[in-house]
């Protein structure tokens, strides 16, 4: 039975009774609930035959761990080029642990944040469960099961990602996302037991509701008070507590409000972060403590006005990103997303969609720390199968749970502004598509009632530049999907041509662009002339045997696929209509797998913003240009070519009216952006020397930029993104190398092999140079360049002291750099 106590005004007068001022946190006792379980595992790569056999070698790592970025790319895995060309597999992890006695009056559980994919899990023999989706959190009770004190425990986890394909892009194997070990009084707070929502929020004052949900394990009725403290900045703005009575082996939810004046808005400039701390007092004895971060702001999503935060209009400027961290694979550190979002951040991005599945949770943290409009998915599929072996397999069985489970972990982040029932399902033509559609919104209705619900859908086939009516496949067959009532905001795929009319085809909800774009580069390479369009491939479902024959593609804005639309074409549409709320690009960094247009030998994609290493390709800079007010000026392309070949020159600037070109100190002339123009271009035949761009304001200069022509390859240079880091195991500094003449220019053109020596308590984690057709191991100590670039990342050992880290390369002069691990 589930009892609610609802504490209105009466327990915001017994706060002040209780607190007449503010006190801080660390008056208050913090036992931990939680402990990180990642260290010392043991991993087998086979079949259980194989693992029982007296010769199986298990080896002790730590996770989060991929055991499929340490394979060989090839063509011939199961799970195909599309899905990065990396092999799968079924992989066991055992640990050991001890318990003291203590605990045994306790409960103690195990929390997995995600294991892809198809895990089953043991504890001293007794089995615990199954959860086929890879991407979601789950936890097991140990309790019933531990031994304590000398007796030793051992868990056992069967990761099954044999069947393949199941993803259409690079999903990765293994206890991928953080583990925990959870022990509590037998009166607590559940796993994601608690939802703080801000139904009333203004500059002057905001409503704070916290609906918390509290377990009885025990055998007898137990009363006590549940006390819930408002934290901002480690100080206490306020306190509520209730009495509460809970039967034995019951639940119980207790509501709870706060006044909270003068609150510190969340935004995407200012995030500002709250916390809620829970406790459960019993005899005047804290049992359990729980603490839930939150943002106050206030938000809607307008017919006519867009996207309004805290009442401001804001433009989503957001891309989509999957879930892998490039060379790294799919195994979660914290630092290397914050190192992805900085590179968003500096472009002006405000806006992450988890394509398309639950994240992991250090994402959203650093959303919510950082200032992201994310848009939080769910399911690439349905019932309906894109790939053989894929979670249509388990939807009837999981899709409900695994959808409530993702609500309830992260509900209260307060960087979460939408939530997506799916991407491209196949069954949004039909009535079955409405029907579950109906399905998924009731269910996210029921457990966050507080943000709109929506849908990737695919475009509207066959459009043009002239007709911007929506059209279909099947005409008499409408999206059924978009027209059941169950979205909140209307969300495209593509079909760019028709968001001006969305007003006239929509006339009830709201506008989002959930996936755009899908333009092609390959970073530093370049093809004339350059204001030409070329679409690649020429139909999504016909073979491309078109392109280059190394594979690349020219970084000029200037290729897309056939349901896309280039950067440029993108942005100035969404930047036009006041209504489009925003657009979420495909994608903001390349990922592994879904080579288009090309297939093997590519292994990875050519959508990103940034490639494959976090080095940014040019239309980096002209999102920059738009996007922030940090002044920029960038020329492209490189300047080595051939005597006498015509050449284009683009400029993205802003913060000035004009640019003036110079090559070798004479004036190539001046340009100005014309109407929506995003770019200035210059066309003649190319001479060796120094391009030098100068952009003016009244005349006045504002920058000066200058590509030089670079000589024979003869030198390395380093540069860490930090030079100090955490000596803690996970933390990581990422090193790019660069070959350059004996100047320092870049040679635009080296792919030189470059070898990593470490010496002190660090290790090379990673190697990269973001060129997608490479098929060198990330795991390796040396790497070649791509057009001048290479990157070693570099993890922590957990002893204080220097890590020296060297980059040679056969007839180049070395470059050293030191990292301190502190």
Not at 99 to 111: C, H, I
Not at 520 to 528: I, K, S, W
Not at 558 to 572: D, L, N
Request: charged fraction near 25%.
């Amino acid at each position: 039975m589930l009892q609610k106590s609802y504490i209105l005004s009466a327990l915001i007068l017994l706060s002040s009774f209780f607190y007449s001022c503010k006190k801080s946190s660390s008056e208050v006792s913090h036992a931990p609930r939680k402990i990180s379980f990642n260290e010392d595992w043991q991993f087998f790569l086979g079949d259980s035959s194989k693992m029982a056999s007296s010769g199986a070698q298990w080896r002790t790592l730590n996770v989060p761990h991929d055991w499929s970025i340490e394979g060989e790319f090839s063509p011939k895995h199961p799970a195909g080029v599309g899905g990065g060309a990396l092999p799968g597999g079924l992989g066991w992890y055992k640990k050991k642990f001890s318990l003291a006695a203590k605990d045994s009056t306790r409960l103690t559980a195990v929390t997995f944040d995600g294991v892809y994919q198809d895990s089953k899990v043991w504890i001293n023999g007794k089995y615990l469960g199954n959860r086929p989706n890879g991407y979601i959190g789950f936890q097991y009770d140990l309790t019933l099961f531990l031994h304590y004190g000398n007796e030793p425990n051992e868990i056992l986890v069967k990761v099954n990602n044999a069947h393949q394909p199941n993803s259409r892009w690079y999903s990765g194997s293994g206890i991928y996302r953080n583990v925990w070990l959870t022990k509590t009084d037998k009166l607590h707070v559940p796993l994601w037991g608690t939802f703080v929502t801000t139904p009333q929020v203004s500059r002057d004052s905001a409503l704070i509701q916290v609906e918390a949900r509290l377990v009885n394990q025990y055998r007898s009725v137990k009363n006590g008070i549940l006390e819930t403290s408002l934290i901002y900045r480690d100080q206490q703005v306020n306190l509520v507590a209730s009495e509460f009575e809970i039967q034995a082996q019951d639940t119980s939810e207790v509501t709870q409000q706060i006044k909270v004046l003068q609150p510190q808005l969340w935004s995407t400039e200012d995030p500002q972060l709250y916390s809620v701390v829970t406790r459960i007092k019993v005899g005047g004895e804290v049992v359990d403590e729980y603490t839930t971060k939150f943002g106050i702001r206030d938000f809607t999503f307008d017919l006519e006005k867009g996207f309004i935060l805290n009442g401001e209009q804001l433009k989503i400027k957001g891309v989509n990103n999957h879930h892998d961290l490039g060379p790294l694979g799919a195994a979660v550190n914290k630092r290397a997303i914050e190192r992805q979002l900085e590179i968003m951040k500096e472009m002006g991005v405000n806006g992450i969609r988890t394509a398309h599945n639950p994240p992991a949770p250090e994402l959203l943290e650093l959303t919510d720390e950082m200032g992201f409009i994310v848009m939080a998915e769910s399911f690439d599929m349905w019932e309906n199968a894109k790939t053989a072996n894929d979670y249509s397999n388990f939807w009837d069985e999981w899709h409900e749970r695994d959808v409530k489970d993702m609500l309830l972990r992260d509900r209260n982040h307060p960087s979460i502004f939408i939530w997506s029932i799916g991407n491209e399902v196949p069954e949004q033509w039909s009535e079955r598509g409405a029907e579950i559609g109906r399905e998924l919104a009731r269910i996210t209705k029921e457990f966050d009632p507080t943000r709109p619900v929506t849908a990737g859908m695919n475009p509207p086939v066959h459009t043009n530049e002239d007709d911007v009516t929506l059209q279909f496949d099947e005409p008499q067959q409408p999206n059924a999907l978009a027209g059941s009532g169950a979205l909140d905001l209307i969300g495209y795929n593509y079909a760019h041509q028709t968001w001006p009319k969305h007003q006239v085809n929509f006339p009830q909800p709201p506008f989002i662009a959930t996936e755009t774009t899908s333009a092609l580069a390959t970073r530093g390479f370049y093809e004339f002339p350059s204001d030409t369009t070329k679409i690649w491939p020429v139909r999504w479902d016909i073979p491309f045997d078109g392109g280059n024959p190394d594979h690349t593609i020219s970084a000029f804005d200037q290729v897309r696929t056939p349901w896309g639309s280039t950067h440029e074409t993108t942005w100035k549409i969404i930047k036009k209509h006041e209504f489009l709320s925003g657009f979420y690009i495909w994608t903001g960094f390349d990922y592994l797998g879904e080579p288009t247009p090309y297939g093997w030998p590519s292994r990875s994609s050519y959508f990103g913003i940034v490639d494959l290493a976090g080095f940014p390709k040019d239309t980096y800079y002209m999102y920059k240009s738009e996007w922030t007010n940090e002044p920029v000026l960038h020329i492209l392309p490189h300047w080595n070519w051939e005597e006498g070949q015509i050449v284009d020159v683009w400029a993205y600037y802003n913060k000035a009216d004009e640019v003036e070109l110079f090559l070798n100190g004479e004036t190539m002339g001046t340009k100005k952006k014309q109407g929506d123009d995003l770019h200035v271009m210059w066309r003649f035949p190319f001479k060796k020397g120094i391009l030098r761009a100068v952009s003016k304001k009244d005349g006045k200069v504002v920058l000066e930029k200058e590509v030089r022509t670079a000589g024979e390859p003869a030198k390395l240079t380093i540069q860490p993104d930090r030079s100090s880091i955490k000596a803690d195991g996970q933390d990581l500094s990422f090193i790019t190398v660069n070959i350059t003449d004996e100047n320092g220019i870049i040679a635009p053109r080296a792919n030189n092999v470059v070898h990593f020596e470490v010496t002190g308590g660090g290790k090379i984690e990673a190697v990269a140079s973001g060129d997608p057709t490479s098929h060198e191991s990330f795991k390796g100590t040396s790497h070649s360049a791509l057009n001048g670039k290479v990157l070693v990342v570099i993890r922590a050992g957990k002893e204080a002291g220097p890590v020296e880290v060297t980059a040679t390369a056969n007839g180049l002069q070395k470059a050293t750099t030191t990292i301190n691990l502190e």
